[in-house]
């Protein structure tokens, strides 16, 4: 069969797709990636074949400039986030109807902020299946796109979650499971993760996008924060792109270790995360069975939050809580409680029983031939 996937440009949308894409093509499947032309190197260096339907809007220089987020304003930011995704969507749409009426796949499988690829696909008749990264239902997503588009995007026929059950909000429960992957990009493994170490190591981490929007608020408190956590003596690893660490010079200043790292080989080396509550990072330090503390600044990440708390597997300050002291004494209480390490791994547990990508693939290809 042939497999069409789509992703709106950021990495942690196409990510969690890598794994499946990877799958199905191991499988003897024909899959196709499908994005903007800004984004296709990055679909190429995870090793899938790629073609671009056109130029779009940058995700970042679309929202960048936002004021800081408050508990009040978070409805109204995602609802902003859905008008940038249809914003994107609409430059693409064009491509992505030639595209899927020159190559006739037999499946879309788009991760949920893509809806050029759906609104194609449902032209054709070709069957959508989503993957819904993020614990939260995030309705203003397609609501805002579809005024973007004047069109709503087509239900999906199946819906992927790599979500275990246990951790999903009740709009999510009929998902079918497929397990993250924990995919990282094409980061090389440093050699300090097979050293033994001394000292508790905790991994802070803000992700891809969010150091791009420096207006959120959360810069102000990063040196202090990390200055604390330092006194905790531990051995504290910062992980971030080149370019943010060269941006944001006080992230490295403080720690012990820093750059780009693979988070699915690092996480299970150390004893704590502090992060920013994004689906792959978040998914990524349940996998490893790593205790978290997140801080959750926008979208998803308040109820992807919530839902580590819950499990027990971590810890989470809202908006108006986030201080340097308490961020070090929640870390703390991480490396203290054995009960945090307890509720990881047994999250880890329910985060790898779920459908395996090659698992998901043989579903695919009975919907294909329903």
Known sequence: MRLLFTTAPLRGHLFPLVPLAWAARAAGHEVLV??????APVVLRCGLPVTSW???????????????????????RRAEHGHAFGQIARACLPGARKLVDAWRPDLVVSERAEFAGPLAAAAHDVPVVAYHWGVAPLTEYGRAAAIELAAAPPDPVRTLDPWPPGMRLPHALGHEGVQGGSFNGDVR????????????????????????????????????????????????????????????????AAADRAGRLPLAQVLPACEAMVNHGGQGTVLTALEAGCPQLVLPQFDDQFDNAAAVAAAGAGLHLSLDEVSPERVAERCRALLDEPAFTTGAVRAAAAVRAQRSPAQVVGLLEKLVAA
């Open 189 to 252: 493994l440093p050699d300090w993760v097979f050293e033994p170490r001394e000292r508790p190591r905790v991994c802070v981490t803000f992700g891809t996008v969010l150091p791009g929007m420096a207006a959120l608020g959360l810069r102000e408190t990063v040196a202090p924060m990390l200055k604390l956590l330092k006194e905790l003596d531990v051995e504290l690893v910062v992980a971030a792109a080149d370019d943010v660490l060269a941006d944001w010079p006080e992230l490295a």
């Open 34 to 39: 499908a994005t903007t032309e800004a984004f």
């Open 54 to 76: 056109g130029a779009a809007p940058d995700f970042v220089e679309l929202v960048g400039g936002e004021p800081p987020v408050t508990a009040e304003s978070a409805d109204l």
